[in-house]
């Protein structure tokens, strides 16, 4: 069990004990924590005052909670996750990843944005409404799982078994990002994702890059040129037929994303390079939320450690993820991606290929009622009407949300551009805390308010 | 001090205690073994009736040793390393890669063949001589140093200092490989090395791939476009002017490498590959023999952990060694690969360079009166004349005794291609131990009885 933070108000204790169980759910020696993590998730939305259970899944487990229902009232499904990605490279955190610690109005752990801060915030605004008014102005139904960091493999078995219990009007999701610190943003697109690990295989064991240099094909050169072969020197992806499927922006969105508080020079400063990169022909804005990519987020072989080894190494690790737009389709384009890797494959060398998880593209119409009632919640809580952003990153279950529950969702992210969600120093404002409380309650109010 | 092996003979459990040393020389937390290794060959040296000391080098130390000077008799200086190469990937090794095995005839070690084994054989075949005749035929004086694996950075100060004790008529080097299992093969050429690692540098911090991926240049990717840019389609090198000062292969080594006892097929056996690779127009002999290399040893950048981590990161590391045929100069090229890098470096990446150490190539005359002593002693001992080879690997130093000593060396290699230098599994067979002494007594033979 975490210990109490002696020093801080009620609800920074509560994120302070949730923030330190290491709840990273890609790694199987942390499955005892990440289980901790749900149970003690369980009983805060127990001590809130909602019906609140364990749903084992086969991985890890969700959290389920809910309000008693009243026929009469929307239904609203709060959706979040208690996982979190791996802290490394750690020595590069200036707190422990796992000892929660507040410097300048910030929150530092790894989990404080992505998603333990949002998904708190929400879960504090529901204990408040409770507490001041005895009841809540819709039903509601808290999905947290443990799983989204590695794709969600289980999640839709729980969606299909729970149908009933999850049924509601409108899914309500703080996943994502602010455009920019503080400027609230109502996210109406998601890019998708396709996960995809290869091994370059050659000789069956470590050469001397002497004896045997320049007659056997070196699998680091053949990963290297692999890997070189995704894109153009241009930029743009060089998989055959990887665009064919994806929908160009709308008039009204090219305008929209022009209107947006965050210039090139803007983000190239949160992103801390010298110089932007990408597609030629769209904004730094339109490249992460509208266009598609191939990232290489691992690569090893031969040899990592001091100085020098003159070896030609037997394999060579390559880890790549794919972030799609609408309509391009996850299974496609992986098999797009493996046809073009085993064509580039030189001589002497083998693949191995390990699809890993992949979730659709997302895109909603910000302009529905449900839509509007959740930019009036953001212009009530910020003082001023909320972007309409597409945003890069990937909530692969909301299509799995419409499929299977016939949900679409409102995306009210709390996240600053400068949280630095899956890096080092990932950090939460407090003022989003309490910002994040009062949204939940105001969002909550215009849903019920709505008419029928 | 490393404890002796009970049953084996003297000279293998001899082999076995000088095989226990982590005599490491890359990795600073081994400074103490890798001086333990000196002192255990100086204790040894004196045992064999020799003058024996630590050379203090600034680095890992030198062992010299020593017969007494006659002036009426010619002088060989023996050469070799006590220093190994890491053993990573520790988990291939069959066993232990410290704890010395004899398994099939072969002893299985680290530094087996590379090159306690080599080494070893030259100290016995002197010790027998001295007890069985009570003298050499001629004055020997061993210098076995301890940075071999790290290009001999100290080595240039030691020969400076000790010209006149290591002044000799010729340097006899047991550091190279046989053309084929016990196949007795002269060495007449050398590869040249040159290393340099250089980091991509993008973002100050790992960002997440989501929410930056497709506007920020992935050093990742930038470093595997690096990498591939070192080589054209058909394999060649591609960076400008690096085959400028390459000396073509004169007709009559053309022959010689056709008559090698090593076809293409055999090649590929040893290599452990599929299919061959490489610069179009050569044999497999004659491409590690004759033509250079751009080689990546080690790559890594990125999330290497199980799963997934969608990360982009913020740098990559990239291991490179150049092979050098005559008449490339080392210098040159590691100018003309920075040159290369540079211009090929895409925007929003910056690059960090660490050359390293590097030798020059090595040619001598295998038709000289020494090189025919040579013939000779390797026809007595293995029964047939040998092959004359250009090898792959580089002794960078061999350029040093040249210029500093005025000494070419007779290189009498005693590895087999299957013998896994540099690689897990490393073994020496049994029988070039007991080659290696007798070829040492007939090759100091025969250079005592060349005429005047």
Redesign the interface.
């Known amino acids: 069990m975490p210990t109490p933070s002696s020093c801080l108000p009620p609800s920074l204790e509560l994120f302070a004990d949730f923030l330190r169980f290491p709840s990273i759910s890609?790694?199987?020696e942390r499955d005892a924590d990440t289980r901790a993590c749900a149970e003690w998730l369980v009983r805060l939305f127990q001590a809130t005052g909602l019906e609140a259970r364990i749903e084992e899944t086969g991985g890890h487990p969700c959290v389920v909670a809910s309000s008693s229902r009243d026929p009469q009232l929307r239904t609203v499904l709060i959706y979040g996750h208690y996982d979190v990605?791996?802290p490394?490279?750690v020595e590069?955190w200036e707190s422990p990843p796992f000892e929660p610690t507040v410097r300048g109005g910030r929150m530092f752990a790894r989990g404080a944005t992505d998603n333990k801060g949002q998904i708190l915030a929400h879960i504090l605004g529901v204990a408040e409404t409770l507490r001041e008014k005895g009841r809540l102005p819709v039903n509601v139904v808290f999905l947290v799982e443990g799983e989204e960091e590695?794709?969600s493999p289980n999640l839709c078995g729980v969606l299909e078994r729970l149908k009933g219990e999850l049924a509601a009007d409108i899914a309500v999701i703080s996943d994502t990002?602010m455009v920019a610190d503080g400027f609230p943003t109502l996210t109406f697109s998601l890019?998708g994702?396709a996960?995809l690990?290869f091994k370059t295989l050659?000789?069956?064991?470590?050469?001397?890059?002497?004896?045997?240099?320049?007659?056997?094909?070196?699998p680091?050169?053949a990963?290297?040129?692999l890997?070189?072969?995704?894109?153009d020197e241009a930029g743009a992806v060089a998989v055959e037929g990887f665009y064919d499927a994806v929908r160009p922006l709308a008039a009204w969105e090219k305008e929209a994303a022009a209107g947006l508080p965050v210039s090139d020079e803007d983000?190239r400063k949160v992103?801390?390079?010298?110089?932007?990169?990408?597609?030629p022909g769209y904004s730094?804005?339109e490249?992460?939320g509208a266009?598609?990519?191939a990232?290489?987020?691992?690569?090893?072989?031969?040899?990592?450690?001091?100085?020098?080894?003159?070896?030609?190494?037997s394999s060579?690790?390559v880890?790549l993820?794919f972030?799609l737009v609408p309509d391009q389709d996850p299974e496609t384009i992986l098999q797009q991606v493996i046809a073009h890797l085993e064509k580039h494959c030189?001589?002497?060398i083998?693949l191995e290929m390990l699809p890993?998880?992949h979730g659709a593209p997302y895109v909603t119409d910000p302009h529905s009622p449900f839509g509007r009632a959740a930019s009036r919640a953001l212009e009530r809580v910020f003082g001023q009407p909320p972007a309409l952003l597409r945003?890069?990153?990937?909530i692969p279950i909301l299509g799995d949300f419409q499929r299977i529950l016939g949900l679409d969702a409102l995306l009210l992210g709390l996240a600053w551009?400068d949280n630095?969600?899956?890096?080092?120093?990932e950090n939460f404002p407090l003022e989003n805390l309490e910002l994040g409380r009062k949204l939940n309650q105001a969002v909550l109010e215009e849903i019920a308010a709505l008419p029928q």
């Not at 050659?202 to 056997?216: E, K, N, Y």
């Not at 630095?420 to 120093?425: K, L």
Request: glycine content about 16%; aromatic content about 4%; overall charge neutral.
């Open positions: 890609t790694q199987s990605q791996p490394d490279p590069e590695i794709g990002g890019r994702i996960a690990e050659g000789p069956a064991c470590d050469l001397h890059s002497g004896t045997f240099g320049g007659a056997v094909a070196n680091l050169t990963a290297a040129r890997v070189a072969s995704l894109h983000f992103a801390g390079v010298n110089a932007l990169a990408g597609e730094a804005i490249r992460v266009r598609p990519t990232e290489v987020n691992g690569l090893s072989g031969g040899y990592q450690g001091e100085g020098t080894k003159t070896v030609l190494p060579a690790t880890k993820t972030r030189p001589p002497g083998r890993g998880h945003e890069g990153g990937s551009p630095h969600a899956h890096s080092p120093n």
